[in-house]
């Protein structure tokens, strides 16, 4: 395994980051981790979401090889989406990022710029 440094400026580690490190990209994540949903049901699912990010966030995740794409026929034509292994094994991290977001999400103030 390769030694990462994230403070250097050309650590791939800091792609990685990029990638998975988004609000959107830990909300899909998580939405996706009991299994495969259309486009349509993911919208439904997170609320505030446009349709614009939304397949901004899961072409993102795909090209990371974290989400797959499978074309639907169906009659309009549609596509479902679901993690692979890559992405399941971001399942346990981003749990425990949302639990301990929900149980604090008091505590944190507003949100704002630093």
Known sequence: MAEHDVFLADCPARTTLA????????????????????????????GGISNKMLTQT???LERGNLVERRALRTTPAGAEYRLTELGESLIGPVSVLARWAEEHADELGDGGPL
């Open 19 to 46: 990638l998975v490190a988004d609000t959107w990209s830990v909300v899909v994540v998580f939405a996706l981790r009991h299994g495969p949903r259309r486009y349509g049901d993911l919208r439904d699912r997170i």
């Open 58 to 60: 899961l072409r993102k």
